[in-house]
């Protein structure tokens, strides 16, 4: 995420949010946001949202994934919002938004629905 | 849909609603509506939403859909919703929400992301 | 499943094997199977297969699954086969194929991939 | 994919490979490859394995895809391995398995599904 210039911009029970600026570094050949980058912000994402509601000495693993884009991600800023649709126990099911802002507006660039796995108090892949 | 009595209870521009009543043939051993039927209707759903917004001669094709499964659905009547994210000339991305109602309440069962194509003035699968 | 005239053709460690025989009511218009029936065959021959590396007192919960339909199931007998890929303690990860058997050669109609829950000693969805 | 120290590896009809050799920057906290590498690798196979069966003057989007974690990418080289399942005229349905190599052997650590579209003599996303 530091990598990507991502920075979490918002976190509440169920949500979060998160920012990365336009960076030569970050985006492909036409100048747009590569794809992976919003692959990677819905997912850290949804691993942010789902964490809000897990206990303290959790752990958290993506399990799974499935992302559709929708749009090129050409803008100033990419905006990833998540929040979880059920939170279980052990799995927390959530959905993320992908949009990219340019000149006030913004565009739905990509939709992710993914599975969060609490792990309690252990700090790897157990599934 | 007609084996499983599911009726199309709402279709405008880019949304399309399909209503499943209770009845035994549908239901699984605990008598909840059967995952399956969630996901058949789902996926219908979408189909129909997806085809409001394509030219007259043409059909649906179901390219791929992903489910997730959030609760129970123990109640009266099944309804899923579906509405396009993203309209392109030959795909359509759409998702749809599953509900139950029960005594006045509804409960969010199941989640789907699913990619349409519009098949122009063709009647079979060529993708 | 057994509405859908289904039937368990083969059950090993991390397998297993669904039958459908053609009949008119499990097809659509063109006479192929119906995409529903090899959602559902699929979905179901994951749970079983993940059910094998299960203790015996689970129940087995479907979290989610993505299908991708390949080809129309145009034959006399429509096969789903799955397999385990990851066996964790609480979740299973499976991946099935689907063909459609028509004049003594097979046809790959659709893939599947699912997350398969372990619920110990319970029979109700508890995510 | 530069960025990632990512290799092309081989690439013939219908397949294609990339390797990613050990670095500290695609690492997370254990050392093991990030999830976001085996992603964004899985994705470019599927998109070079489709490209090798479209007309020369297509360019390559990607659709949807779907991936399932299956273990951690501990290691020194990560591999995703791709292959079209269905080469359809407009779209090209395409599977990756992403291994991790540690001391000669080989574990499965993620796999994808991918839909991948052909854009006929044009250059930018037109879904």
Same mark, same amino acid.
């Given at each position: 995420?530091?990598?990507?210039?991502? !920075?979490?911009? !918002?976190?509440?029970?169920?949500?979060?949010?998160?920012?990365? =600026?336009?960076?030569?570094?970050?985006?492909?050949?036409?100048?747009?946001?590569?794809?992976?980058? #919003?692959?990677?912000?819905?997912? #850290?994402?949804?691993?942010?949202? /789902?964490?809000?509601?897990?206990?303290?000495? #959790?752990?958290?693993?993506?399990?799974?994934?499935?992302?559709?884009?929708?749009? =090129?991600?050409?803008?100033?800023?990419?905006?990833?919002? /998540?929040?979880?649709?059920?939170?279980?126990?052990?799995?927390?099911?959530?959905?993320?938004?992908?949009?990219?802002?340019?000149?006030? /507006?913004?565009?739905?660039?990509?939709?992710?629905?993914?599975?969060?796995?609490?792990?309690?108090?252990?700090?790897?892949?157990?599934?």
């Amino acid at each position: 995420m530091k990598h990507l210039g991502a !920075e979490l911009a !918002e976190i509440r029970a169920g949500h979060a949010e998160i920012h990365v =600026p336009f960076r030569k570094e970050v985006t492909q050949q036409h100048n747009y946001f590569h794809a992976g980058v #919003s692959g990677a912000i819905a997912d #850290s994402a949804c691993g942010y949202a /789902a964490y809000t509601l897990m206990p303290a000495d #959790s752990s958290v693993l993506t399990v799974e994934y499935k992302m559709n884009l929708l749009a =090129p991600a050409d803008g100033e800023k990419l905006v990833a919002r /998540a929040r979880v649709l059920r939170s279980g126990k052990t799995l927390k099911i959530c959905a993320a938004d992908v949009y990219v802002q340019k000149n006030g /507006a913004e565009i739905h660039c990509a939709t992710m629905l993914a599975t969060i796995m609490c792990l309690s108090g252990k700090s790897d892949r157990a599934g």
